[in-house]
């Protein structure tokens, strides 16, 4: 019977159910295994009981700030990732789609491990970060396109043309791919909460991997 191979889930989380909450799995070997939005919870834990991944991340603060009302409400990997150069929004501004991500992570922890990650800061540290607008069909045909490059069977964006959530799930998938192989860092203090973002060069230390195994 072959050996299953490991699975790497990602979810971009909304704020509200009714809302469309992109998620994807790809494969140990980056093979896109799925795309998709949903909108409730169950329907996320169903995806994620099917698939059983070794590492799910989730785009959503899944932490709140430490003290009585933290330092402007914000947590320290939201403010060091502004020093480096991407902003993110302070939880205060977030309070829903974070209560939503923590009770998700509760719900999951028992069986998965989770950590979280901001699809922006992957776009960075890859060199695929894009000045257009965000949710703008020129931006996703861009992000979609360099995807292709680290994530197999990514679709061509003039055939199928992802949407802004979906591939934000790829990104989370693949951060927590590259999380398992120790090519990230962590962002922020452990106590209050971590943002996980790639290393620098971590497409280098991936190839070096990728040759390593097919010499072994």
Known sequence: MPIKSK??????????????????????????????????????????????PILIGIDAPLSLPSGRYGTY?????????STLGIPTFATSMLA?????????????????????????????????????????MDSREFLQTKLSRFVKNVPRASKVLLSD?????????????????????????????LIYIPIIDAQKHLSSLDASSKCN
């Open 73 to 81: 409400a914000s947590r320290k990997c939201d403010r060091d990732l």
């Open 7 to 52: 699975v790497f889930f990602g979810v971009d989380l909304a704020g509200r159910i009714d809302e469309p909450t992109g998620i994807a799995a790809i494969s140990d070997k980056r093979e896109l295994l799925l795309v998709n939005t949903v909108k409730p919870d169950i329907a996320i834990s169903n995806y994620i009981e099917y698939h059983r």
């Open 96 to 136: 829903q789609l974070t209560f939503r991500a923590i009770s998700l992570r509760k719900h999951l922890e028992p069986k998965y491990d989770t950590i979280e990650i901001y699809p922006q800061a992957t776009k960075v540290r890859l060199g695929i970060a894009s000045n257009s607008k965000k949710n703008g």
């Open 165 to 193: 959530d979906e591939l934000d799930a790829i990104l989370a998938a693949y951060t927590a791919y590259l999380h398992y192989h120790k090519l990230t860092e962590g962002i922020g203090d452990s106590q209050e909460g």
